[in-house]
């Protein structure tokens, strides 16, 4: 089992930018693939970001594409997402999340991840 929990969230105006860490416990974090999800007031949790076990394949959904990258240091056990560009519709929670699914492909479904972290909290001002 893992725990995760996410920090550097905050507020910051339209175009800035933000670091979200993730520090997983346990020995075993290079096993996970890892994620970023987001939930904005209102809406369902969505897909943001995976990155592979080694770290050496990422995936974004479009919207955030060319603005944000996730990355992680497996000796540290972390996960990264830094986010550039900040627009007010990146508003949300972010949770990062591990995996020990295996598909072949990115994980990009909820339900492919095993542990989530507790969230938090980002606000882009207009």
């Known amino acids: 089992q893992v725990q995760l929990v996410e920090s550097g969230g905050g507020l910051v105006q339209a175009g800035g930018s933000l670091r979200l860490s993730c520090a997983a416990s346990?020995?075993?974090?290079?096993?996970?693939?890892m994620g970023w999800f987001r939930q904005a007031p209102g809406k369902e949790r969505e897909f943001v970001a995976t990155i592979t076990r080694s770290g050496g394949n990422t995936y974004y959904v479009d919207s955030v594409k060319g603005r944000f990258t996730i990355s992680r240091d497996n000796a540290k056990n972390s996960v990264y997402l830094q986010m550039n560009s900040l627009k007010p519709e990146d508003t949300a929670v972010y949770y990062c999340?591990?995996?020990?699914?295996?598909?072949?492909?990115?994980?990009?479904?909820?339900?492919?991840?095993?542990?989530w972290g507790q969230g938090t909290q980002v606000t882009v001002s207009s």
């Open positions: 346990g020995r075993t974090f290079s096993r996970y693939v």
């Open positions: 999340a591990a995996s020990t699914f295996f598909n072949g492909g990115y994980l990009v479904e909820e339900y492919e991840y095993d542990y």
